[in-house]
């Protein structure tokens, strides 16, 4: 079992910036790859950004070069740098890490509001 813990969200102007944190307790040492991912009202849950244990990162296209994640395994958590913030990034964002047996686990969720 892994337990995951978010914090960082809340609400900013547009152009602002946000950093969420996501910090793994429980069967750490079979966390695989880190991930975030978010969902806004009335849409599916989508990928925002994804980060293996090898360092290899994935973003969403419309993320690149204002979101950057990153992972401390020191202290088994993983980050997102969001800048340049716009309100059509206004989701729940969620935290998610795979085992290397493939087993995924969620965050609790922790709110981003963006106002224009």
């Known amino acids: 079992q892994v337990q995951l813990v978010e914090s960082g969200g809340g609400l900013v102007q547009a152009g602002g910036s946000l950093r969420l944190s996501c910090a793994a307790s429980?069967?750490?040492?079979?966390?695989?790859?880190m991930g975030w991912y978010r969902q806004a009202p009335g849409k599916q849950r989508e990928l925002v950004a994804l980060?293996?244990?090898?360092?290899?990162?994935n973003y969403k296209g419309s993320v690149k070069g204002r979101f950057t994640i990153s992972r401390d395994n020191a202290k088994n958590t993983v980050y997102l740098q969001m800048n340049s913030l716009k309100p059509e990034d206004t989701a729940v964002y969620y935290c998610?890490?795979?085992?290397?047996?493939?087993?995924?686990?969620w965050g609790q969720g922790t709110q981003v509001t963006v106002s224009s």
């Open positions: 980060i293996t244990s090898g360092g290899s990162t």
């Open positions: 429980g069967s750490i040492f079979s966390i695989n790859s």
């Open positions: 998610r890490v795979t085992t290397r047996s493939s087993l995924g686990y």
